[in-house]
């Protein structure tokens, strides 16, 4: 991929702001790295909560979305066109994540279960600061119990809002699996907390959080930030 850079121009102007993912895509091959950003921003999130989904955990989450748009920025000359960018991007965090979730369990088996304990016991302190922060982390650790491959498809359809085609598409698997999953992770989050209270505002991608997984990507492929 040629990495030719025009510092002249400007990255957040208008015009490159509405361009669409296959033209900014294009550009982005011929040499235009900076545009490479607007990909990021555009699906920041949910390259992390599919991250977050895997691994339980927020930094973690963050490195492996830093790993993903690296990765997706190095085989760039690969992406074909035939999928949507998001369902391409969805994919390499998937794998990246996954990967990285099998790799803790074999190195640390108990560990899941225990972040969970401290989670649970943290999220119940007499610190929580209102009764709505309590339920969200709560709601958060109760997700975080599920088994991972009912946990991604309850965050991309539950909390990103993606629709059944999107999340299978996603996440490799048919709409009924998706469904199905969907389904059951609801009943397993009944179970535990009776009622969903306060989801739209669980699992939250904060402004900071999006800037340090750019600069970071950014800075790994030798590119400076210009999207503000």
Wanted: glycine fraction near 4%.
């Amino acid at each position: 991929m040629a990495t030719r850079v025009d510092k002249k121009r400007s990255s957040s102007s208008p015009g490159r702001l509405a361009l669409s993912d296959d033209e900014v895509i294009a550009r982005v091959r011929a040499g235009e790295v900076d545009l490479f950003e607007l990909l990021m921003r555009r699906y920041n999130q949910l390259v992390f909560r599919i991250a977050r989904g895997a691994v339980r955990d927020d930094s973690k989450a963050e490195d492996l979305a830093q790993e993903a748009w690296v990765r997706a920025f190095q085989h760039l000359d690969q992406f074909a066109g035939r999928a949507r960018f998001s369902t391409w991007i969805s994919r390499i965090a998937m794998y990246e994540g996954l990967t990285r979730a099998r790799r803790d369990l074999r190195s640390e088996p108990t560990a899941s279960h225990e972040s969970t304990e401290r989670a649970t016991s943290a999220h119940t302190s007499p610190e929580a600061a209102t009764l709505r922060g309590e339920v969200r982390s709560l709601l958060e650790a109760a997700v975080d119990a599920l088994p991972a491959n009912y946990r991604i498809v309850f965050l991309l359809r539950e909390i990103e809002e993606l629709s059944t085609k999107e999340t299978a598409e996603a996440v490799g698997t048919s709409e009924q699996t998706v469904k199905n999953r969907l389904h059951r992770a609801r009943a397993l989050l009944r179970r535990k907390l009776g009622e969903r209270t306060g989801i739209d505002r669980a699992f939250p991608f904060l402004a900071k959080r999006c800037d340090r997984i750019v600069v970071g990507v950014l800075d790994r492929i030798g590119h400076v930030s210009a999207i503000r």
